[in-house]
């Protein structure tokens, strides 16, 4: 089993940052894991915003690159992203995902509203 607990959500007006987190736990986690976040608006799709490879190496989604950054500390397993120059349009419910989006574990989500 692997729990994924996510942090940092909240309610920040348009150009404004927040920090999420999401702690990784449980018999089955590996630091091997490929981790990421993933964002589902009202009435769209969940969408890749970032992932990281246990070896560092990471990939973003058009529409957040160069604002967000995703990094992880895998001596605390745990996975953040840095999220910068918000805009509207981020507003989405963020789950963290470990393992991978086909097979992977999912944790509850954290809310982000960005005000106009």
């Known amino acids: 089993q692997v729990q994924l607990v996510e942090s940092g959500g909240g309610l920040v007006q348009a150009g404004g940052s927040l920090r999420l987190s999401c702690a990784a736990s449980g018999s089955s986690f590996s630091v091997k894991f490929s981790m990421g976040w993933y964002r589902q608006a009202p009435g769209k799709q969940r969408e890749l915003v970032a992932a990281?490879?246990?070896?560092?190496?990471?990939n973003y989604a058009s529409s957040v690159k160069g604002r967000f950054t995703i990094s992880r500390d895998n001596t605390k397993n745990t996975v953040y992203l840095q999220m910068n120059s918000l805009k509207p349009e981020d507003t989405a419910l963020y789950y963290c995902?470990?393992?991978?989006?086909?097979?992977?574990?999912w944790g509850q989500g954290t809310q982000v509203t960005v005000s106009s």
């Open positions: 990281i490879t246990s070896g560092g190496s990471t």
């Open positions: 995902n470990a393992g991978g989006s086909y097979s992977g574990y």
